[in-house]
């Protein structure tokens, strides 16, 4: 079993910036790859940035340049820094996992972007 837990969500204008955090407890040993998902209203979730345990890297092309997920295995934390955010970046973003064919999620982080 591995829990996650995310927070940093908020309320933020245009143009500013957010950084969330997601730690994972549990059977963490040897985590691979840990995933930022979102879902805005009426949408389905969306994978927004993956980043494996070997530092290989993937963004949504609505996210890139903008946003920079990164982690921190000494703690089973990964983050996901957000900058110049748009009211289209605005719902809940997941923190995600696995361990062999399960999948792990967070509560969920609520991101409002007011324009």
């Known amino acids: 079993q591995v829990q996650l837990v995310e927070s940093g969500g908020g309320l933020v204008q245009a143009g500013g910036s957010l950084r969330l955090s997601c730690t994972a407890s549990?059977?963490?040993?040897?985590?691979?790859?840990m995933d930022w998902y979102r879902q805005a209203p009426e949408k389905q979730r969306e994978l927004v940035a993956s980043q494996s345990r070997v530092l290989v890297t993937r963004y949504a092309d609505s996210v890139k340049g903008r946003f920079t997920i990164s982690r921190d295995d000494a703690k089973n934390t990964v983050f996901l820094q957000m900058n110049s955010l748009k009211p289209e970046d605005t719902g809940v973003y997941y923190c995600?996992?696995?361990?062999?064919?399960?999948?792990?999620w967070g509560q969920g982080t609520q991101v409002t972007v007011s324009s």
């Open positions: 995600h996992t696995n361990r062999g064919v399960r999948d792990y």
């Open positions: 549990g059977d963490v040993f040897n985590i691979n790859v």
